[in-house]
């Protein structure tokens, strides 16, 4: 690729879903890039999905929580360059409360899913700790 070429842009979602008590719903991820590391629920926008489509599709695929697209509250585009590895990824975040006590159920490409108190969240892959303090600051 020469300098004058531009990287495609892949669209991804992420979503950040707390409870009223305090807790945050991490994924621990199944492959690279961070394989093994925390993260938010999220992944790739299909074909023909809005990104609340994607969002609620890959919040339940990742943690068996159902969510209704409109419940979501979008925090922002998060772009910036470096931000994940494989290339130019730009997401769409999401924050969404949900019900203390809410069931988590790994799925697709999470290996585990928990609640995390927020203030002791373990150290979390790509910007994602970007997305959480905007999210503190979105609700």
Known sequence: MTRTETEPEIRTVDVVVETNDGHI??????????????????GHRDEGETNREAAVRELFEETGVRVAPEDLK???????????????????AYVIQVPAGTVLTAGDDARAARWW???????????????????????
Request: charged share 25%.
């Open 25 to 42: 719903a991490l994924i621990e991820r199944d492959w690279d890039p961070f394989e093994g590391d925390w993260a938010l629920p999220g």
């Open 74 to 92: 979008e925090i922002g585009e998060f772009g910036q360059p470096g931000r994940d590895p494989r290339g130019n990824y730009v997401t769409v």
């Open 117 to 139: 108190p927020r203030n002791s969240l373990p150290p979390l892959a790509f910007d994602h700790a970007d997305i959480l303090a905007a999210a503190g600051s979105a609700s």
